[in-house]
């Protein structure tokens, strides 16, 4: 017990310590990242796969363990290289701080290393897709919200782009229903008349909610399951 006690005050010293700080942020993000990818992908992937794939308890088993396994390694690689790239910029930097794109061309890296060269991967193909879609809605706000507003901290706030005016109120107001509209519009034509370029686990969904909807042959496969 002793020794352990010692062994816990050894380790809480060295990772209080200010010279240890760079390298144990890279420790900290990977071990965040994966924490965090298992806990988004774990229940998810139980849900999905346990509902709408056929197979053994044990390959599904499997099929949940891999997928899990491959969102919180995503997650983790990503936080290494992406942190450990913000930490080399900011050493090659003249002033020794961080520059305005410094971020950019670490996720950048980041996104390349990790992602960019595994398209044929669902978990990947997920992640980048969620990351997309919420880059397009902030890019949306960013170029409506009038400068100054909505700043967090170490935020730029608005970009303005349309200005105070009547367009930017039309804007505002008839976006996201324009937005929200086409996107079902768009995803509903494709999975009818292109299924095959639809993401998998979308499909999947959708060929479950619209497509198994049509068939029944009892009060059982009409209530209970599908056919």
Not at 190 to 201: K, N
Request: glycine content about 8%; aromatic content about 12%; hydrophobic content about 45%.
């Amino acid at each position: 017990m002793d020794r352990l006690q010692a062994l816990e005050a050894a380790l809480e010293k060295i990772v209080l310590d200010p010279k240890y700080h760079d390298v144990l942020t890279l420790v900290k993000g990977i071990r965040n990242g994966v924490v965090y990818g298992t806990k988004v992908r774990f229940p998810h992937a139980l849900v999905m796969i346990f509902l709408f794939r056929s197979g053994s308890l044990r390959s599904k088993a499997w099929l949940v363990f891999k997928a899990t396994r491959q969102h919180a390694r995503n997650l983790g690689l990503f936080a290494l290289v992406y942190k450990a790239t913000m930490l080399f910029l900011r050493h090659a930097s003249p002033t020794g701080k961080e520059r305005h794109y410094d971020a950019f061309l670490a996720g950048l890296l980041g996104g390349y290393t990790v992602f960019g060269r595994t398209i044929h991967n669902s978990v990947s193909q997920q992640i980048v897709i969620y990351v997309f879609a919420r880059v397009c809605l902030a890019a949306a706000k960013l170029a409506v919200q009038p400068k100054g507003v909505g700043k967090m901290e170490g935020g730029g706030g608005g970009l303005a782009l349309l200005g105070e005016g009547n367009l930017r109120r039309e804007l505002v107001r008839n976006g996201w229903p324009v937005f929200a509209s086409l996107s079902w519009a768009a995803v509903m034509y494709l999975f009818r008349w292109h299924p095959e370029t639809v993401q998998s686990s979308l499909r999947s969904s959708m060929s479950y909610i619209y497509v198994q909807s049509d068939d029944w042959d009892s009060l059982r496969t009409f209530i209970w399951h599908n056919k």
